[in-house]
């Protein structure tokens, strides 16, 4: 089993309040062979509830990091997968986790960095949260009862992705030029400058944004934009900008 291929991948947990789940977490992790934890706003940690349920896996709890906010701490991936318990109203692209657990091996296997996010035990992820995500992952179950427990998602996902990580020992097809996608960063910096040029020559309406900016980001996060293909669009943001200032 390529276990290497983990070191890619992330786990992120979105305001947490129960230190139990970190600690299951963490356990359901190493059971798989996952390392990397990021802790977004954990609302009680480092705490002796998350050491206990993670009975051996304290490691991963110690290197976890801890960031304030969602975009730090996947401003370096290639590709984000968020996680929902229903369907949203604006459905993003959505996978299984057996397609999501295909897609990290082919990502992490070119070295590109992969994030697995997670929200708020009662709440789930917020919908500004699930828009930083690029891919949406649903875990089929009771339709009548279809909220997991925190760690047990967590447990189900890496479970998909040990499996595939262990089947899929050739490299899979490279049809994406890995090295050369955008990061959520930038990705982020282009959409900014897309609502203030949209704004600029009046097709967004501050007031009555309507869905389009999440329209657009759900558009151009199914596309897996390369940097190169990012520049043109910023330049012709710019172009805009300068007819409109000029
Ligand atoms: N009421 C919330 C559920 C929160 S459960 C909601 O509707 O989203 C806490 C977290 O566990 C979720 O944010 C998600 O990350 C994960 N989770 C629980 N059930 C899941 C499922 N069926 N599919 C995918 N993720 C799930």
């Given at each position: 089993m390529t276990m290497a291929d983990f070191q890619f991948l992330r786990i992120v947990l979105c305001q947490t309040s129960?230190?139990?789940?970190?600690?299951?977490?963490?356990?359901?992790?190493?059971?798989?062979?996952?390392?990397?934890?990021?802790?977004?706003?954990?609302?009680?940690?480092?705490?002796?509830?998350?050491?206990?349920?993670?009975?051996?896996?304290?490691?991963?709890?110690?290197?976890?990091?801890?960031?304030?906010?969602?975009?730090?701490?996947?401003?370096?991936?290639?590709?984000?997968?968020?996680?929902?318990?229903?369907?949203?109203?604006l459905p993003q692209a959505l996978v299984t986790p057996r397609e999501m657990a295909e897609r990290c091996h082919a990502f992490t296997s070119q070295a590109q960095q992969v994030a697995l996010v997670f929200g708020h035990e009662r709440n789930g992820l917020s919908n500004e949260e699930l828009a930083f995500c690029h891919i949406h992952v649903n875990i089929p179950c009771n339709p009548d009862f279809s909220s997991l427990n925190l760690a047990a998602a967590v447990q189900v996902l890496c479970y998909e992705c040990f499996l595939a990580f262990q089947t899929n020992r050739e490299k899979p097809q490279q049809y994406i030029h890995y090295d050369d996608l955008a990061d959520s960063a930038s990705l982020e910096g282009f959409y900014e400058h897309l609502a203030q040029t949209l704004t600029e020559i009046e097709f967004l309406e501050p007031a009555f944004p309507k869905r389009i900016m999440p329209k657009l980001r759900r558009l151009f996060g199914r596309t897996q934009l390369e940097v190169t293909e990012l520049n043109i669009l910023r330049g012709i943001l710019s172009a805009i900008n300068r007819k409109f200032k000029g």
């Open positions: 129960h230190p139990g789940n970190i600690g299951a977490t963490a356990r359901a992790m190493k059971n798989m062979g996952l390392k990397h934890l990021t802790l977004v706003n954990p609302l009680d940690f480092p705490s002796d509830h998350a050491n206990a349920r993670a009975s051996g896996a304290d490691d991963i709890l110690q290197q976890a990091s801890i960031v304030s906010s969602l975009q730090e701490a996947i401003q370096d991936c290639k590709l984000v997968f968020g996680t929902s318990a229903r369907h949203r109203n």
